[in-house]
């Protein structure tokens, strides 16, 4: 079944669940998550570096890869791998995918001050 359903907390309705629907044979994401648009525009703009305060992926193809789509996830919701609770709910198609380890974020982008949002260096 390529169509898998994800339900996870969403920051921006109050920790609400909220679905996110990714389709791994069409590599397509939908849902009614905040964060689905977030995923979409990391799937198109692929092969993509997306990254956190302390690493950052080189993403090539994460709407059909589990590991890459999973760090999507990720940077979306943290919580959905640190708590074990919310990791039992994943789709079987994440069973033993672990989260790729990321480079060093500082080797690759600085926080502008002016805006506090992170830029390649």
Known sequence: ???HTIDMPDIMAGEQLRRIVWDDEAGTVSGDH???GFIQSSIAAAPVDRGDGGRIWRLRDPGLD?????VL???AY???LTRASLR???PAV???VVLPEGEPAEELYVVDPATGEAVLA
């Not at 589990?66 to 999973?70: N, Q, S, Y």
């Open 73 to 75: 996830l990720w940077l």
């Open 1 to 3: 079944m390529p169509k």
């Open 78 to 80: 943290w919580p959905v």
């Open 66 to 70: 589990p590991a890459e789509f999973l």
């Open 34 to 36: 905040s964060e689905v």
């Open 88 to 90: 039992a709910t994943l």
């Open 94 to 96: 994440f069973d033993g």
